[in-house]
């Protein structure tokens, strides 16, 4: 077992590592632009902004009808299966309904976007960048169509050139030309509609040379079967991950829907910040969904459960620093990145993170849910998340505001974490709370309030020197307290290796003193 846990972690280390440098630099550069156009528009043309934004995803999420995560795993588990053709039927089989799909719903968005922009939310002005951004779908479709065939063959290369690189650059200098000529708010929307389009003609020129099997089809593969196939088991997947994005944009359309698109505009800059916390679990989720994938066709449940707790282990000690910075100043980061008139979203920012933060401290439960084809459950347990967001936002906006909208998000988040861990304990018994996991937590729970205590006592507001200062001592005092309690694996050695390789410096040192305390 040992011996399989080790080359699925040591694949998944490699992934990671490129996957996570490609989605920061991808997260920053996204980040850049998102301040562009908050400082460059009013807050009132961000909030129409973030609305047809908010509207476009739906649309292509649903266009994609769960292909994303379905074809991923289809090729993975055939792979796993060692049978060639079925692999080559997915391919072609996602491509043709993607293709139809696609272009259905953004004709549609674009006849129906005078009736959604003023019965639904009263605001004519969102008619025309909705009519923009309907030409962006199947060009977005695309790009996540063309990631899924790549990452079922555990390539992570190509997500992170165009889906987090290449299109991130194409907008920031289509937004100095904006800027440049002192465009009007549509010129934006046509910048960032230009970005995908071109993002999706390189990557499928890029596709047509790389893929690893041929899309022309195979005689003896029955392609209508296996479109059908694809279909049943994606289709669940689909209506989850549509409940998933109602549930991560409600707030959003209900503050467009009770109060104003200011209001919307202001939500909008807290909700990117809180989404940068679970970045180190879809970096790891990218390769451990092709790779559970395989151990699980044949039948390895004990590695599984191995690799879901060690990954868990070091996803929470790779997102604590970044959420103990956003939840604990929330208005310094908001002032340094957005402005003072931001700052009062810094409550709703806390509440956010972590929602956030408990998603990514029970691991990876819902990927492993689907691995094992479990999509009814969750489909049921993104309903029961969808319909309480719903109904909190119903119930708290009109009270509490932005506050409300947040405390419905966290809420819904955590009910459908908790819900699907528990589900995967009850089927294989499978979860991350070994000793040298829940040793971390309780240390970091105590070093936080004590450091977090010294610093409120020395100072009244926070400047950014000091945030510096704060994450150096916590990762300092944090380190050394692990190391004293011997909450390391031999696993964890494994994985300093893979990183070290990757990344050619000599870790010697680190390890030698960690095989001490082990």
């Not at 931001?342 to 920012?349: N, R, S, T």
Request: include cysteine; proline fraction near 3%; charged fraction near 10%.
């Amino acid at each position: 077992m040992s011996k399989n846990v080790n080359q699925s972690l040591k694949k998944i280390a490699k992934g990671t590592g490129i996957i996570f440098t490609g989605t920061i630099i991808g997260l920053l550069l996204a980040f850049v632009s998102r301040v562009i156009i908050v400082r460059y528009t009013t807050q009132t043309e961000y909030g129409i902004f973030s609305l047809a934004l908010v509207l476009m995803s739906i649309f292509a999420m649903i266009s994609t009808l769960g292909l994303q995560s379905g074809v991923t795993r289809q090729i993975a588990y055939f792979r796993g299966k060692k049978d060639s053709k079925k692999v080559s039927g997915i391919v072609i089989s996602s491509i043709q309904i993607a293709l139809v799909a696609s272009i259905f719903f953004s004709i549609f968005l674009f006849f129906v976007s005078d009736i959604i922009s003023v019965k639904a939310f009263h605001s004519p002005e969102l008619s025309t960048p909705l009519k923009i951004f309907a030409i962006a779908i199947p060009f977005s479709v695309f790009i996540v169509i063309f990631t899924s065939i790549f990452r079922g063959f555990d390539r992570v290369e190509p997500n992170v050139y165009f889906q987090n690189i290449l299109r991130n650059v194409l907008l920031l200098p289509l937004l100095g030309i904006v800027i440049l000529f002192g465009l009007s708010f549509l010129g934006l929307l046509y910048a960032y509609l230009a970005s995908i389009a071109l993002t999706c003609i390189a990557f499928a020129v890029y596709a047509a040379k790389k893929l690893p099997v041929s899309v022309k089809g195979e005689k003896n593969t029955n392609v209508g079967s296996l479109r059908k196939e694809l279909l049943f088991f994606s289709l669940p997947l689909m209506v989850n991950s549509i409940l998933g994005m109602i549930m991560h944009w409600t707030d959003t359309l209900m503050l467009g829907y009770f109060k104003t698109p200011d209001v919307v505009g202001l939500y909008n800059a807290a909700l990117p910040l809180a989404n940068l916390i679970p970045v180190v679990l879809t970096s790891m989720l990218f390769l451990y969904v092709p790779i559970a994938s395989q151990l699980y066709s044949q039948n390895l449940m004990g590695e599984l459960r191995r690799n879901y707790a060690i990954l868990t282990k070091w996803m929470f000690a790779l997102t604590l620093p970044l959420f103990l910075i956003i939840f604990l100043f929330p208005e310094t980061v908001l002032n340094i990145l957005f402005g003072a008139r931001y700052i009062q979203v810094g409550l709703a920012l806390q509440i956010m993170a972590l929602g956030m933060f408990i998603h990514t401290f029970l691991g990876p439960n819902g990927a492993t849910l689907m691995i094992a084809g479990k999509t009814r459950f969750l489909m049921w347990t993104g309903l029961i998340g969808a319909i309480m967001n719903i109904a909190l936002n119903i119930f708290l906006i009109p009270l509490l505001g932005i506050i409300g909208a947040a405390i419905a998000s966290a809420s819904s988040l955590a009910v459908i974490n908790l819900l699907n861990s528990t589900r995967l304990y009850l089927l294989f018994r499978i979860h991350p709370f070994t000793k040298n996991y829940i040793k971390p937590i309780l240390i970091s729970v105590l070093l936080v309030f004590v450091i977090f205590t010294l610093v409120r006592s020395v100072v009244d507001g926070i400047p950014f020197w000091l945030l510096l200062m704060f994450l150096i001592i916590f990762l300092g005092a944090y380190g050394l307290s692990i190391l004293l309690t011997k909450s390391f694996d031999k696993e964890d050695i494994m994985m300093l290796l893979t990183i070290e390789k990757r990344l050619g410096v000599d870790l010697t040192s680190i390890k030698n003193i960690l095989k001490r305390f082990i």
